[in-house]
């Protein structure tokens, strides 16, 4: 699933900025890694989907090798990530054997 626009631009809402750091310690810049690195892997949420916007998770690799899952949503050709944290133990197996 390629869904990521070109050029990759991220919408910060103020309000949220450091929720991630905050809850998963998180920093905004690994967060936007996971988007520009490779490989990564991108799965429909639809359980968190509404009929007005589709959600996403993306399993990815920051610059220091950290492995993260990423919930976003794409608004107006621009990516807004909603969650940020590091993979369950689950989810690392699965995304180094499709790696």
Not at 30 to 40: C, G, L, M, R, S
Not at 43 to 63: C, F, P, Q, V, Y
């Amino acid at each position: 699933m390629d869904i990521i626009p070109d050029p990759i631009v991220f919408e910060c809402d103020k309000g949220n900025k450091d929720k991630n750091y905050k809850k998963h310690k998180v920093s905004n810049q690994e967060a936007e890694e996971v988007f520009i690195n490779d490989p990564k892997f991108i799965i429909s949420d639809d359980k968190h989907s509404s009929e007005k916007e589709a959600r996403h998770m993306l399993w990815g690799i920051t610059n220091h090798k950290r492995f993260l899952t990423a919930i976003f949503t794409i608004r107006e050709e621009k990516i807004r990530i909603i969650s940020c944290r590091d993979m369950h133990k689950r989810e690392r197996r699965e995304y180094e054997s499709k790696a």
